[in-house]
Every structure is written in structure tokens, then in C-alpha cells.
């Protein structure tokens, strides 16, 4: 039998959740609950309220902060890809910036600003913005300068260069930032709120860790991949496609 | 529109082992208006160099560029050796680009004139380079430039796809006359083109000697009178063969 590359996927799936299954069965403890046990959790905690209500407040926190690394990230990027003067004098910083462990920028923004929600964004936004940057100035440098000329001999303009030269020439960068992003912030998030918030997904993650409740922590991871799964297939996917329809 | 008037006093760039390098020195051309212009010369004289100093890209240079009369930059249209088209961009929405309004009409015609009308609505990366080449002289002719500055657009080209190219051209050309400075290596697709062949020494860039072409419009697709009048021309003017 041929498998085709549809099938393959699904097969592993199922594949993965039987070895899940059948390692639970052997083990027979409250420290690996079957998938069967996670799934009932997942639809009780989503029946009472709390699963939506903490897994919406981190959704906020994540469009916000990625939303504002972005913006910034994709400006400076393509400030320092072209200017050389500018990018020699805060290439340091921006190593510094990569360095920093994110745990430390979160400890830093509560200790300084308070256990405020504008802190536990910056912290985000500091933790994502020096890749964002890094990313987009990458994709300034590899601009096509045939383009650019033509568009200056032609007299595009600022507005029209931008749009419709720069712009394109930036889309699979932009979107590779997106990508590594979304994974990035995701991860901080739950540790900003672990650290200093009083709801959220990390903060619940830290109750049932208390609790010993590993059914409720799989439960929630498994709303977490939910959430990612669709904002690649339902958002990323259909960008990408537009945007690169004119390729052969 | 008006004669082109060209006179650059000194171009010099400096090569990466840092010596400076002299490009051009003392080239004076006037272009008279709707004319076709070839220049003639070595690979390496500089005449990609002299055709962006003419479009203004590269301004590092003494001297003046001017409509002859009044002393204002000329409005370019380029057409590079590569067409230099916007790939996520439709071939029409290409061409819109390039205008400061909206000119349907216009695009229209020109597209029917270049035979293109029927994948306006298609992506560069699904044409032929024949076809590319075609789409970037519309988009030089659509802003109605004074002058036309046209850089080898017909290399790389099969000798069938580049000698329709050229007929294209010269039609576009007689029904939307403008000047044309048209760059080539090859001495028989000048003769073919141009009114008057300008022929250039390699670098420093100067005037060997210009020649009017007397052949008829008509008979420019004859290949025979196109080979006589090179033969001619070379016993004529012996000092182009080494340029060649």
C-alpha cells in the first residue's frame, strides 16, 4: 500500500497518542493520566469557564506584546540594515539585548515598575525585540539594489518604494520573525505570569503544579497547542499563500 | 520636447585596490529630439557608467546633463539590460507603477502594440524573457520621457525572439517618436536601429567619430544592405575596427 503525505502525519498522531496511551496503562499512576483523562479534564475546565477566561487573558497579552515587538522590530530592523553608521553603532546593544536571559528581564521589569501588567509586557517585548530586529535586518541587507534603482528612476516615492518594493522583498523574513516569535513569546508569557500575575495560563500552570494535578496541566498544554495550530493554519497559512502567489 | 544636450567634464571612481580610475573625460553629445541614437563601444568603456549618470542614479560627477534649452533635467525612462520588473507584481500593475496617474488608455494601446494584452494580468516569473523585455519598453514608453535610455535590452536573447523584439521597438518607436540612446556591442543591430551610430573609445570614455545611417526605414530588416553598409563602413572609418 502506498502512503500518501496526507496519511503520514495522521498515522503518526495516532501513533503518538497510543504510546501515550499505553505507556499511562503501564504505569498506572496520577503522575501520567491517560489521553482518555486529560480529554475530560480539558472539557470540564472549559465547561466551568476557567480554561477560556485564563488561556483568553494570555491570547491578550500575546497580541499586545507581539504586536508592539513587532512594530518596533521591523522599524529599527530596517533603519540599521540601511543605514551602516547606525547599525555599527548599535550592533553592541543588540548582542547585549540577545544575551540577556529572559528571566532576568522579567525579574528586573517587576522589581522596577511593579507587579503591573504594562511590566509583564515589556519584559515580553524586551525579550522578542532584539530578534525581531536581527530578522528584518538580515532581510534589508539582501534588498535587491537593481529594484531600488528602478523604482528612483522611475520616481516611485517614498510610499510606493515601500510598499512595492521593500515590502515584498521583507514578507518571508517578516514571517519568519512572526513564526519564531509566537513560539518565543508564548514560552515568556508563562513565566511572566508564573512570576507576577494573578491569572493567565502560567499562573494556573503554577496552581496545578502545587496541586500535583497533571491532568489539568496536559489539559491546558493541549488547548495551548490547539491555539497555535490555529493561528498558523487559520492566519500565517492564508497570509503566505497571497502574499506569494506570483511565485512560479 | 527639445534636443538633449550631454556634457560630462569628469567621471572618475575609485577601484578597490584605492587608485582612481578615470571613466569618462571631456564627452560632449547633443541628441536631437526623436531621434534613435546608438553608442558604440567596448565592453568595459563605461557605458552603463554614461547611461546612469544620464538617468541620474549615479550623480558623482562634473558636468551637465540638460534639456538644451532650458537647463532642466530630462524626464527618463530606463530600460536596463535586465527588465528589472517588480516579480509580485502583474505585468499591467507594473506598468501603473511607473505613471504618476492613471493612464488606461494608454497602457492599452501600448500593450496591444507590444502584443502583450493577453497576460496583463500575469506574474513576470511566468514569462519568457522575451516577453519581460517587451513589458519594461512599455513601461519606459507609458511615462512619455524625453529621453529614452535603452542599456544592450536584447542581449541574451535567441537571434528569432531579439530581431521581433527589435521590429517591435522601431513600431512603437514611429508611432510614439522620442529620443533614444540606445547602448549595443553589436555593430549590426545598430545599424539596424539607429539614425546616426556613435561610436566610443574604451576608458577613459570619448567620441571616436559619429556616423549618420542613410539607410531607409523600410529596408532595415534586409540583412544584405545592413552587412554592405558595416563593410562600408569599416574601410570608411578604420579607426572603429579596433573598438569592435
Same mark, same amino acid.
Given at each position: 500500500?502506498?502512503l500518501s503525505?496526507? $496519511?503520514?502525519p $495522521?498515522l503518526?498522531?495516532?501513533?503518538l497518542?497510543?504510546?501515550?496511551?499505553?505507556l499511562?496503562?503501564?504505569i498506572n499512576?496520577?503522575?501520567l493520566?491517560?489521553?482518555?483523562?486529560?480529554l475530560?479534564?480539558f472539557w470540564l475546565e472549559i465547561?466551568?469557564?476557567q480554561?477560556?477566561?485564563?488561556?483568553g487573558i $494570555?491570547l491578550l497579552?500575546?497580541?499586545?506584546?507581539?504586536s508592539?515587538?513587532?512594530f518596533?522590530g521591523?522599524?529599527i530592523?530596517i533603519a540599521?540594515? @540601511?543605514?551602516?553608521?547606525l547599525d555599527?553603532?548599535?550592533d553592541?546593544?543588540?548582542v547585549?539585548f540577545l544575551?540577556?536571559?529572559?528571566?532576568v528581564?522579567i525579574?528586573?521589569?517587576?522589581v522596577?515598575?511593579?507587579?503591573?501588567e504594562?511590566?509583564?509586557?515589556?519584559?515580553v517585548v524586551?525579550n522578542?525585540?532584539?530578534?525581531?530586529i536581527v530578522?528584518?535586518?538580515?532581510? $534589508? @541587507?539582501?534588498l535587491?539594489?537593481?529594484l531600488?534603482?528602478?523604482a528612483?528612476?522611475y520616481?516611485?516615492?517614498k510610499?510606493k518604494t515601500?510598499?512595492h518594493?521593500?515590502?515584498?522583498?521583507?514578507h518571508?523574513?517578516?514571517?519568519?520573525?512572526?513564526?519564531?516569535?509566537?513560539?518565543l513569546i508564548?514560552?515568556?508569557?508563562?513565566?511572566v505570569?508564573l512570576?507576577g500575575r494573578?491569572?493567565g495560563m502560567?499562573?494556573?500552570?503554577h496552581?496545578f503544579?502545587q496541586?500535583?494535578?497533571?491532568?489539568?496541566?496536559?489539559?491546558y498544554?493541549?488547548?495551548f497547542?490547539a491555539?497555535?495550530?490555529?493561528i498558523?493554519?487559520?492566519v500565517l497559512?492564508?497570509?503566505d499563500?497571497?502574499a506569494?502567489r506570483?511565485k @512560479? | 520636447m527639445t534636443?538633449?544636450y550631454i556634457?560630462?567634464?569628469?567621471?572618475t571612481?575609485t577601484?578597490?585596490?584605492s587608485?582612481?580610475? !578615470?571613466a569618462?573625460?571631456d564627452?560632449?553629445?547633443t541628441?536631437p529630439?526623436?531621434?534613435?541614437?546608438?553608442?558604440?563601444?567596448?565592453?568595459?568603456?563605461?557605458?552603463?557608467?554614461?547611461l546612469? %549618470? !544620464?538617468?541620474?542614479?549615479d550623480?558623482d560627477?562634473?558636468?551637465? %546633463?540638460?534639456? &538644451?534649452?532650458h537647463?532642466i533635467?530630462?524626464?527618463?525612462?530606463y !530600460?536596463?539590460?535586465?527588465p528589472?520588473?517588480?516579480?509580485?507584481?502583474?505585468v499591467?500593475?507594473?506598468i501603473?507603477?511607473?505613471?504618476n496617474s492613471?493612464?488606461p488608455?494608454?497602457?492599452?494601446?501600448l500593450l496591444?502594440?507590444?502584443?502583450?494584452s493577453d497576460?496583463?494580468h500575469r506574474?513576470p516569473?511566468?514569462?519568457s524573457?522575451?516577453?519581460?523585455?517587451?513589458i519594461?519598453i512599455?513601461?519606459?514608453?507609458a511615462i512619455n520621457?524625453d529621453?529614452?535610455?535603452?542599456?544592450?535590452?536584447?542581449?541574451?536573447?535567441d537571434?528569432?525572439?531579439a530581431r521581433?523584439?527589435r521590429g517591435l521597438l522601431?513600431?512603437?518607436?514611429?508611432?510614439?517618436?522620442?529620443t533614444?540612446?540606445?547602448?549595443?556591442?553589436d555593430l549590426r543591430e545598430? %545599424?539596424a536601429?539607429?539614425?546616426?551610430?556613435?561610436?566610443?573609445s574604451a &576608458?577613459p570614455?570619448?567620441?571616436?567619430?559619429?556616423?549618420e545611417?542613410? %539607410?531607409?526605414?523600410e529596408?532595415?530588416?534586409?540583412e544584405?544592405?545592413i552587412?554592405r553598409?558595416?563593410?562600408?563602413l569599416l574601410?570608411?572609418?578604420?579607426? !572603429?575596427?579596433?573598438?569592435?
Open positions: 500500500m502506498k503525505d496526507k $496519511t503520514l $495522521t503518526s498522531f495516532i501513533l497518542i497510543a504510546l501515550w496511551q499505553g499511562a496503562v503501564f499512576d496520577n503522575t493520566p491517560s489521553p482518555v483523562v486529560v475530560e479534564v465547561e466551568s469557564g480554561l477560556p477566561h485564563h488561556l $494570555t497579552r500575546l497580541v499586545a506584546s507581539f508592539i515587538a513587532m518596533l521591523c522599524a530592523g540599521l540594515g @540601511r543605514n551602516k553608521k555599527a553603532f548599535f553592541n546593544w543588540l547585549i544575551n540577556i536571559p529572559a528571566l528581564t525579574i528586573l521589569c517587576y522596577w515598575f511593579g507587579l503591573i504594562s511590566a509583564a509586557i515589556l519584559a524586551i522578542k525585540l532584539p530578534n525581531v530578522t528584518i535586518r538580515e532581510g $534589508t @541587507r539582501a535587491d539594489r537593481d531600488l534603482e528602478m528612483r528612476c520616481h516611485f516615492g510610499k515601500f510598499l518594493v521593500i515590502w515584498p522583498q521583507l518571508p523574513f517578516v514571517m519568519a520573525a512572526t513564526r519564531s516569535g509566537l513560539a508564548w514560552k515568556i508569557i508563562l513565566v505570569e512570576l494573578s491569572d502560567g499562573y494556573q500552570l496552581l503544579f496541586l500535583f494535578d497533571v491532568a489539568s496541566i496536559l489539559a498544554t493541549v488547548a497547542i491555539v497555535i495550530q490555529a498558523e493554519f487559520l497559512k492564508p497570509i499563500k497571497k506569494l506570483w @512560479r | 534636443d538633449i556634457d560630462i567634464k569628469n567621471k571612481y577601484t578597490a585596490d587608485r582612481q580610475h !578615470i569618462i573625460s564627452l560632449k553629445l541628441l529630439e526623436n531621434q534613435f541614437v546608438c553608442l558604440v563601444g567596448p565592453s568595459g568603456c563605461g557605458k552603463t557608467t554614461l546612469n %549618470i !544620464i538617468a541620474n542614479l550623480t560627477y562634473q558636468g551637465e %546633463i540638460a534639456l &538644451a534649452q537647463h533635467k530630462p524626464n527618463i525612462g !530600460i536596463f539590460q535586465n528589472r520588473l517588480l516579480p509580485w507584481r502583474t499591467r500593475e507594473n501603473e507603477l511607473a505613471l492613471p493612464q488608455d494608454i497602457i492599452d494601446s496591444d502594440t507590444m502584443q502583450l497576460i496583463q506574474y516569473e511566468h514569462l524573457l522575451g516577453m519581460s523585455r517587451r519594461a512599455i513601461r519606459a514608453f520621457p529621453i529614452l535610455l535603452m542599456d544592450e535590452p536584447f542581449v541574451s536573447l537571434a528569432p525572439t521581433q523584439v522601431i513600431k512603437l518607436w514611429q508611432q510614439r517618436p522620442h533614444i540612446l540606445f547602448v549595443t556591442h545598430a %545599424i536601429l539607429a539614425d546616426k551610430l556613435i561610436f566610443l &576608458a570614455m570619448s567620441v571616436v567619430s559619429e556616423v545611417v542613410n %539607410i531607409a526605414r529596408e532595415r530588416d534586409n544584405e544592405k552587412e553598409f558595416r563593410q562600408q574601410t570608411q572609418h578604420p579607426e !572603429i575596427n579596433s573598438l569592435l
